[in-house]
């Protein structure tokens, strides 16, 4: 190899060992510009909208749901209403895994503290990989690129208060003892864990009830994740309801929006039929439809006199 040779050859690295350099610069300072951005959760859209709606936060919530898409289509504060004078409100937004589920209540917490919250069981296995999400704290520049572009909540009050509703008829046609499948154990992963336990610690230092719920959903669950979250429960002393299992009423021919994945408005009012009046009885709830504050629920939703 000749001199010459020798000498483009370090010109060249040089130049590569200086471009790399002057990336990882960039990617660093831009990083620093997005960090903030990182506050709002993995699934900084939604949560940023969620976010937003608690600047309509009037009256005092008792129950706050928690949990994704199945949530989301399960538990109505109407509902909740109309069957027990239960004050409550949905936190839950599609797709939301635990640790966003996490982050929506603690801001929530800097708001109002409810008696109680409702986790739906399904969003502890929204899927997330560890390393995934680290890249996205450590550099944030590469998920959080378009965080300044992201939509701005209601700029009315929500009047289904978080709920997801829909009339929409899309019978379920599979298999209706799902639940009696043998199914090895799924434990939730250790990153869900970690952050199921986040929230139960976040809930005890705040004086809040954590109830794990699981709305009907042959097309996700089934008797190895029910054991996973039921060991876990137990060994942390939480209740957990699990209406894949209990007989509710549910009628896979009308009360689901799309073959069995989420609830109509049909099914979703047998499930908080049912867990309004468990929470009412179990737990000691107040009926606040005769309470002058909540007049405003009795106007939009019926009940009281």
Known sequence: MTTGNIQTGKKQLLTIVLFTGIGVILTGALSLCFRPYTEHGYQYQDV?????EFRYLEDQKDVVFLGDSIAWA?????????????PSYSLATS?????????????????QTPRIAVLDANSLYTRLSRAKYMLSQVLPVFHYHFAYMAPMGPEV??????FNSSEVISPYTGNPAYMNAEIPLQPM?????EKLNQMDDVCRRKGITLVLSCAPNPSAWNRGRHDAVQAWCDSHQVEFVDYNLSDIGIDWQTD???????????GAHKVCSHLSRHLFETYGMTDHRHDEKYQEWNKEYGGGN
């Open 48 to 52: 940023q909208k969620k976010q937003e």
């Open 256 to 266: 689901t929006r799309d073959g069995g994945e989420h609830l109509n408005d049909s």
């Open 74 to 86: 399960a538990y109505s504060p109407e509902y909740f209403w109309q069957e027990t004078g239960i």
């Open 189 to 193: 992963s250790s990153m869900a864990e």
């Open 95 to 111: 797709g939301q895994w635990i640790g966003d589920g996490d982050l929506i209540l603690e801001s929530y917490l800097d708001h």
């Open 157 to 162: 009050k929500d009047p289904r208060r978080g």
